[in-house]
């Protein structure tokens, strides 16, 4: 028999969070997670849902509240769940970013090491240099900005604490005249309408804009007008891209993409490395705390100038190239065509000779490097949310690659994977890095030596 009941209302001590940042209480030992609930707070709550193992609970009061919470400032933003922390105080978020690390390399990892305090912005707002909105019609009206979670609901979003301020006007500006140019918002009930979604970007160091819209369809009669004042409006607009998805799908861009104004990409640093960023490109969406992220990645490296690093994982290559001044050489693997082709052409951008990069697969690529005569002194892995390939990681150990760098965007991930390389390789250090503030996601770079048997 389970303690509690949909529908029941009981009072809770909640005394931690969850790795999605919910409050957890507990009957009887019984789990219950609420949203919006802190450790060390007293709280009325309702049972909303009932599973074998835990119970959702909706939050009705803060009985006595954390000295960690704070009134959040952004209430759409909150109330929908994209910054799912914004009660918690900045001071707050970096404790719990901290102690997420930790406990999950101890609960998945089995490994039990310090962990340094999560490195944090001198100013959390406004971050953002890349953001996507859907949009649509309700009520007669256009509506653009964020889905509600777990639905395809559009809330209407005209000011943010996360995302550029320039940014936010631009959307707001298409927002008002796009059906001035019959321009149609999607349906994706029916399939039809025209514009999907509006994807903004901006170079932080350049300040140049790239505008991408993403259409069901590439038929639209007064684009030409439309685009020509939107650089009127915004003259630090200067690439404008049409991205055609006539497709029934989540996906947000679809395969064919026309240059409507512009180049093709936009450029900005990364301390003094130039990249140019395409609208396909995956670049981190803080270029602030990406320095951060990189500099921390330097500090491991504690490069001599004679070293060999492979970068897998290697995307459109920032994060060997922010090193391949201090390197003797630069290999990076990706399995996207298109990231390497920008990475080649950001290695000549910057005119490092020394940056190579290939397609395929890295676990594949490593060992024909390894063939070919090349030894690295470095690996730096920086996988996607599911973490590091198996094949990936018995290949460095394999080729008995001496020291590894894993940056990481998932503690159970990054856990699971330091627990397979933990017989190997001892952990040195270990630093997470705040580059989405306001919300339960943290970066993590660790730094680990092949132990000698």
């Known amino acids: 028999m389970k303690p509690v009941d949909v529908g029941q209302i009981l009072e809770?001590?909640?005394?931690?969070?969850t790795s999605n940042g919910e409050g957890i209480g507990k009957v009887n030992g019984f789990p219950i997670f609420i949203e919006k609930a802190l450790p060390d707070e007293r709280v009325r709550v309702e049972i909303t849902?009932?599973?074998?193992n835990?119970?959702?609970?909706?939050?009705?009061?803060?009985?006595d509240p954390s000295p960690e919470r704070v009134k959040p400032y952004a209430e759409d933003l909150y109330r929908y769940g994209a910054c799912n922390l914004l009660h918690l105080s900045?001071?707050?978020q970096l404790k719990f970013k901290t102690n997420l690390v930790k406990e999950n390399l101890k609960r998945i990892g089995k490994i039990d090491v310090d962990v340094n305090p999560c490195l944090g912005m001198a100013h959390?707002?406004?971050y953002r240099n890349k953001s996507a909105f859907p949009f649509g019609m309700r009520d007669g009206r256009i509506v653009g900005g964020l889905f509600a979670p777990g639905t395809h609901e559009i809330i209407d979003l005209n000011e943010s604490v996360i995302d550029n301020p320039t940014t936010i006007e631009i959307m707001k500006y298409i927002k008002r005249t796009i059906l001035a140019y019959h321009i149609v918002p999607y349906d994706e009930i029916s399939h039809s309408g025209i514009l999907r979604h509006v994807v903004i970007r901006h170079g932080e160091k350049t300040k140049e804009y790239m505008v991408t819209l993403v259409v069901r369809t590439k038929d639209i009669p007064q684009l030409t007008a439309f685009v020509e004042n939107l650089i009127k409006a915004f003259p630090m607009v200067v690439s404008v891209i049409l991205n055609v998805n006539p497709d029934r799908t989540n996906r947000i861009l679809g395969d064919e993409e026309i240059v409507l104004y512009g180049n093709s990409y936009i450029h900005d640093y990364i301390g003094d490395v130039q990249f140019a960023i395409s609208s396909k490109s995956f670049y981190q969406?803080?270029?602030t705390q990406t320095k951060v992220l990189y500099d921390t990645v330097a500090r491991f490296a504690n490069l001599k100038g004679n070293e060999v690093i492979i970068d897998a994982y290697c995307g459109i290559g920032t994060i060997g190239l922010y090193l391949a001044k201090q390197a003797k050489a630069i290999y990076g693997v990706e399995i996207v065509r298109e990231a390497v082709e920008d990475a080649k052409y950001n290695a000549r951008l910057n005119g490092f000779n020394n940056a190579h990069f290939i397609v395929g697969k890295a676990e594949e690529v490593i060992r024909d490097w390894k063939n070919d005569g090349i030894q690295a002194d470095l690996i730096i892995v920086d996988p996607p949310r599911k973490g590091c390939d198996q094949r990936l990681l018995d290949t460095i150990v394999e080729?008995?690659?001496?020291?590894?760098?894993?940056?990481?965007?998932n503690p159970s991930t990054l856990a699971r994977d330091l627990n397979l390389l933990k017989d190997y390789y001892q952990i040195h250090e270990v630093q997470p890095v705040d580059l989405f503030p306001h919300t339960s996601h943290v970066e993590c770079v660790t730094l680990m030596s092949k132990v000698e048997k």
């Open 49 to 52: 849902k009932l599973k074998k």
């Open 54 to 63: 835990f119970a959702l609970g909706k939050m009705l009061e803060v009985i």
């Open 124 to 126: 959390p707002y406004n």
């Open 90 to 92: 900045y001071q707050g």
């Open 12 to 17: 809770l001590e909640i005394v931690d969070l």
């Open 285 to 287: 969406v803080n270029p």
């Open 399 to 409: 080729m008995k690659i001496p020291r590894v760098i894993y940056v990481s965007c």
